[in-house]
């Protein structure tokens, strides 16, 4: 959930200086070909997690900021003008957050699949040191992520039909009001299991974020074999194979994991993630729509 609102007028934000120079923070992330985080504005009360896409920025000025357009699992992400969007900066071992939204799309050669036009914040505010996504009146909240080691990666091919016919079924059964009971979670040949948090995607991957508890003798040589909670949107965990390609411990001992999807077992999975992904936005963007007319 996303409750970002302006602050009152005449109160005064922690270390307020650091927080007018957004241009220049954004500016420097530009510059060395950095990227930012964002993701849809919920509507409403929507109790859905938040999907963040990392994303490459491209260009910062007073009227706009210009950003590779999203994707995931190498299919872009299809948004209208108009969207409201809640952005995530990084400087050094701090986290800001500002609220925008998409002026339109453009094809160019900047971002291989197209950029997108943002306004420019207004303001923006100060994650907490120790709740990595919050600020005094926002909260995002991420997926939960449990993953186990593969020990056999042939027998990631048997998990992932299992766990499409097993979402599959229970869509359907959510779009007939109807009651499903999930069966019994069909695994690969794995070893001791791990809870994380998904932290952003993109066309190759995703990000993990491991908890200083959590992340104790977490082997990163091997594949790993992931169930990403998106409930109550999709009502079981959707099942992903993945290798890990990079890791980054924080002074808070968080540990950052890039995870690289993994297809080649079973390349039809491809397909069902991207269009799993793809209605999930859709139906955000649908709930974005219906609360703004609302209004």
Not at 78 to 89: A, C, H, I, K, S
Not at 162 to 173: D, I, P, Q, T, Y
Request: hydrophobic letters at 40%; charged letters at 25%; aromatic letters at 6%.
């Amino acid at each position: 959930m996303v409750a970002l609102r302006k602050e009152r007028e005449g109160s005064m934000p922690a270390n307020r200086s650091r927080t007018e120079r957004w241009k220049s923070c954004l500016e420097r992330i530009c510059e060395r070909g950095g990227g930012i985080e964002l993701t849809m504005t919920p509507a409403g009360d929507d109790p859905s997690p938040c999907l963040l896409w990392r994303v490459r920025l491209h260009e910062v000025n007073e009227r706009r900021l210009v950003v590779d357009r999203p994707s995931a699992a190498g299919a872009p992400v299809e948004l209208v003008p108009g969207t409201r969007l809640v952005g995530v900066m990084a400087v050094g071992q701090n986290r800001w957050m500002f609220h925008t939204e998409i002026v339109r799309s453009e094809e160019n050669a900047r971002g291989r699949g197209g950029v997108w036009v943002l306004s420019p914040p207004e303001a923006v505010e100060r994650c907490q040191r120790r709740s990595f996504y919050r600020v005094s009146t926002a909260n995002l909240s991420l997926p939960a992520v449990r993953g186990w080691r593969v020990l056999d990666p042939q027998s990631v091919i048997v998990a992932e039909v299992a766990n499409r016919a097993m979402v599959n079924e229970a869509l359907e059964a959510k779009r007939r009001g109807q009651a499903f009971e999930a069966p019994e979670c069909v695994l690969p040949e794995v070893g001791p299991s791990f809870q994380a948090k998904l932290a952003n995607i993109s066309g190759g991957g995703l990000g993990l974020i491991f908890g200083p508890d959590e992340h104790a003798g977490l082997d990163t040589s091997r594949l790993v074999w992931l169930r990403v909670n998106l409930q109550p949107r999709i009502p079981v965990p959707v099942g992903v194979t993945g290798r890990i390609v990079h890791t980054h411990l924080d002074s808070e001992q968080r540990l950052y994991c890039g995870v690289a999807f993994e297809f080649q077992f079973n390349p039809s999975h491809r397909a069902f993630v991207i269009n799993l992904l793809a209605g999930l936005v859709d139906d955000m963007r649908k709930a974005q729509e219906f609360d703004r007319r609302a209004a």
